[in-house]
């Protein structure tokens, strides 16, 4: 069962297999020699090190590190019987649990596919029963070799499988048993015990260090996979009990399971709960077996744990189960004995014959739908599909491709896939585009694309692009496509590259083109793609896009920042083609108007790439395309409440429509702010009448703030479906003569009653209108918006802050934020040395909250760095951050303001 046909079977080789290999091949011939494994969230060594020990016996194939697997699970096998002996002692029924334990351990299903495979949980279930069976054999015999054994044994155990951790708990329960009704033998298995615990604490001393140096490498993977509650903890627990044993209640997942089959055949299930109920009634003989029992039944349950632990959708796992088969083994061992014991009695016949006859149909039985079970699981498409077969398929293809004057493209699911890596010899010859999403045109000559059907792109690719290349499909053993191979000539290529010039300069590092839509008309709740065109014009050391779908009047409806195309496989000149797939809610309002929005970010640092423009200067953070309507969504069953919204608190229904619920209010603003007011609206029949939403402010006077239809007036009420929930999102400025005090924000449809949505607070703003005595005076005109009528300077030394007021007035009333820039030159070069870029008042008083005629009092203070004394200059300004626009004022775009730096 563990070793026919294991160069071939299971199809594929999975992702982590495939990285276990690479890892395995680095400590045979690398000269990798690690205590723990980091990468990949984490990995115990024990499996790596036998397996380079095949490597190097055998050879560097695949199936070699699945060859170690099966002889780990075959000694497996031989050491659950051991520890059954031990375990029991001398005598016959010792003997007849032994062999029965073992009989069950060679024909699990879960264990057998574990040990099929290249994974290192198989080596837990060996290094478990290898514990047992030397520490209850030192016991029993006192001897030192089988007490030094069970130490080496117990410290290994914490270099197999991160479930392992859990197996001390039921070793040390029993232990405690033991100690407390040991009697007069107490003080020598005190003594023994203490020395198996020190030789554990040496074994386990590197990994120790290790994890106190690295913590986080003992949490990592931990907290990557357990239950978030303490309810889905007991239900986790529940459904790993169920999955040992009864029908369909096993691991759901195909890569470990023939799913949904339970750990043991129903018949073996059964003979398991009798060997239960037999260990609960009998009473042990000596303190030795009752340790026994405890070590049995404590075992059950904790080594359930790690997968009982893990998030629900996961739950049972078969491979994190593997901690408990050693253990489950025995139970129904223990009722086939006691068949053997009581027919022998009743019979009279030898035992042996009897015993003979059981485990051939036990054997026979449990093996015949152990190798069915696994044969046809092993050969089956749904495991050549979860073990990535079509990146096997890819691995080959690419070895025998012609790839001479092209640039070779792999798309894959996973970067740098370690399945291509495992397999191919030109693994290092390709670049890789991660997710299928994806193409590059090479800067020169042609281009080939593998894509395999795990990768394959979210929308077809344009007419205009696919009408050019060659292309050929590979199929799998089932004779399905699995595989496409995409080739563009040379002239292919330089014909699709853009000509125009680019939309957007990013830092020169990359240049956006373009941003077109790929479906013609994309409704709110379903994908809706984009393709997106972009050059690579200088390396970078991480960046990431950032795509989203905006409104000018309502803000961002969605947002997606893919890792499509990794800066380490950048080549100067490639073009970049790239989906972007984002879900715009379908509470999202079907109107016209909708952006796309481009740019770029470094994911280490979280810095944003600015743009550039033609006279070099800031020019916003972003490019803006135009996307189009988005229509109604296309589902019909009932829309969760938004979260920007909350819950209405009783049923509010004017003219037909349901106000399901509003966003929080502010407690104060300041006249001339905006109230950002999201509306969640509900149609609750159709057609509705056509009436405008109304909403004002309560209080000192009675203040409009807005009387149109919905989404300012773009999607009036009598296009509404029945069941249309809308976000409507307002944003609405507090009129800038807006008395202080408290108000009460109130709605109303057409002619119906007013709905009292909350209150908030107007605050009072100063104003100043006449200008101050200033030392210096400018009468600077920036763009009939802003003058600037002077200034005072502080004293400027090198190493200390310089303050700089400056006093503003406005020329009008503002919807614009402007951002002031302060910039320290060198009045020779104009290289900028020292700046600070914020609006006014450090940010407390943007420019849209001013009223015409009002002066306004601006600090701003940087810090001067180590220069020579002498005259410098100050370079005053202001602009638009979102386009890096700047206010015109003379024949330029700032002021220059004379300093003098002293030492």
Request: glycine share 8%; proline share 10%.
């Amino acid at each position: 069962l563990r070793l026919a046909e294991i160069p071939h079977l299971p199809f594929g080789l999975h992702y982590d297999e495939a990285a276990n290999n690479i890892l395995a091949r680095e400590i045979a011939f690398g000269g990798y020699r690690p205590v723990f494994i980091g990468a990949y969230t984490g990995k115990e060594v024990l499996f790596f090190y036998l397996g380079a020990l095949w490597f190097r016996l055998v050879g560097t194939a695949p199936w070699v590190l699945r060859l170690n697997g099966a002889v780990i699970g075959l000694l497996a096998v031989a050491a659950t019987g051991a520890a059954a002996r031990a375990l029991w002692g001398p005598g016959p029924e010792g003997r007849r649990v032994a062999l029965f334990a073992a009989a069950g351990m060679a024909v699990l299903l879960p264990h057998v596919i574990l040990s099929r495979y290249g994974f290192r949980a198989v080596s837990q279930s060996l290094m478990e029963a290898l514990t047992v069976a030397a520490l209850w054999r030192a016991l029993r015999t006192g001897r030192p070799l089988p007490t030094l054994a069970a130490g080496v044994s117990l410290g290994l155990t914490a270099y197999t499988y991160l479930a392992a951790r859990l197996f001390p708990i039921s070793l040390a329960l029993a232990m405690l048993w033991l100690l407390a009704r040991a009697g007069p033998a107490r003080r020598r298995y005190l003594l023994q015990l203490t020395a198996v615990a020190g030789v554990a604490a040496l074994v386990f001393a590197p990994l120790g260090l290790y994890f106190l140096r690295h913590p986080e490498a003992f949490t990592v993977r931990i907290s990557q996979v357990a239950a978030p509650t303490a309810r889905e903890v007991l239900e986790g627990f529940w459904r790993c009990l169920r999955g040992l044993g009864w029908p369909r209640a096993g691991d759901p997942g195909v890569r470990f399971n023939v799913a949904p089959h339970p750990v043991l055949e129903p018949p073996v299930a059964l003979l398991a709960l009798a060997g239960l109920f037999l260990l609960l009634l009998r009473r042990p003989p000596d303190a030795l077996r009752s340790a026994a029992r405890v070590l049995l039944l404590t075992a059950l349950v904790v080594m359930l744990l790690p997968s009982a632990l893990a998030t629900r959708d996961d739950v049972p796992n078969h491979m994190r189960l593997v901690g408990v088969y050693p253990f489950l083994a025995v139970f129904p061992a223990v009722a086939l004995s006691e068949m053997v014991h009581l027919l022998t009695a009743r019979f009279g016949t030898r035992g042996f014959r009897i015993e003979a006859l059981l485990l051939l149909v036990f054997l026979g039985g449990n093996g015949a739908a152990t190798a069915d079970h696994y044969f046809r699981w092993a050969r089956s498409p749904a495991v050549f599909d979860t073990n990535d077969g079509d990146m096997v398929l890819l691995a080959r293809t690419l070895d025998g491709l012609d790839l001479a004057g092209a640039t070779a493209y792999v798309a894959s699911f996973h970067y740098q896939s370690p399945t291509v890596a495992a397999l191919s010899r030109r693994y290092g010859e390709v670049k890789w585009l991660t997710g299928g999403a994806t193409l590059v045109l090479p800067p020169e000559g042609g281009a080939v694309y593998l894509v395999p059907i795990s990768a394959r792109p979210p929308f077809p690719w344009p007419g205009w692009l696919s009408s050019r290349w060659s292309v050929e499909e590979v199929r799998d053993p089932f004779g399905r496509p699995a595989l496409w191979v995409y080739r563009l000539s040379a002239d292919d290529v330089a014909a699709l590259r853009p000509e125009e010039p680019p939309a957007a300069d990013f830092a020169h590092v990359v240049w956006v083109h373009s941003a077109t839509p790929l479906t013609p008309a994309c409704a709110a709740g379903s994908r809706c793609g984009v393709l997106v065109t972009w050059e690579i014009r200088a390396p970078y050391p991480a960046l990431q896009p950032v795509v989203r779908l905006t409104h000018p009047q309502t803000g961002e409806w969605a947002r997606v920042h893919p890792f499509h195309y990794p800066t380490d496989e950048w080549t100067v000149g490639e073009v970049v083609l790239d989906q972007q797939v984002f879900v715009p809610p379908p509470t999202a309002p079907p109107v016209e108007g909708y952006e796309v929005t481009v740019g770029f970010f470094n994911p280490q640092t979280m810095e944003i790439l600015p743009r550039v423009g033609p006279d070099e200067g800031f020019a916003g953070l972003e490019v803006r395309f135009p996307f189009g309507a988005l229509r109604p969504p296309e589902a019909t069953a009932p829309v969760a409440l938004p979260a920007s919204c909350r819950p209405a608190p009783e049923d509010v229904q004017i003219e037909g429509v349901r106000l399901r619920g509003w966003s929080a209010l502010p407690m104060a603003l300041r006249p001339g702010e905006r109230l950002s007011l999201t509306l969640c609206w509900e149609a609750l029949r159709a057609p509705l009448p056509d009436q405008k939403v109304r909403l004002w402010l309560e209080g000192p006077r009675r203040v409009p703030l807005y009387e149109d239809a919905p989404v300012y007036g773009q999607w009036p009420f009598p296009a509404w479906t029945v069941g249309a929930t809308v976000e409507d999102r307002l944003s609405l400025q507090i009129p800038r003569k807006t008395p202080p005090g408290t108000y009460s924000v109130h709605l109303a449809v057409g002619t119906g009653g007013p709905v009292a949505l909350g209150t908030l607070e107007v605050s009072p703003v100063e104003r100043t209108f006449g200008a101050p005595s200033l030392p210096y005076r400018l009468e600077a005109d920036f763009g009939g918006k802003v003058r600037l009528l002077g200034y005072e300077v502080g004293e400027a030394r090198t190493g200390a802050p310089l303050t700089l007021v400056l006093y503003w007035q406005a020329q009008g009333e503002m919807e614009e934020d402007y951002t002031v820039f302060v910039h320290l030159i060198d009045p020779q070069s104009g290289a900028i040395l020292a700046q600070v870029d914020e609006m006014p008042r450090h940010g407390a008083y943007p420019t849209s909250l001013w009223m015409a005629g009002e002066v306004v009092r601006d600090e701003h203070v940087l810090t001067v760095p180590a220069l020579p004394a002498g005259p410098y200059a100050l370079r005053v300004g202001l602009y638009l951050k979102e386009t890096g626009q700047r206010l015109p004022v003379g024949d330029g775009d700032f002021v220059r303001i004379p300093v003098t730096v002293q030492e």
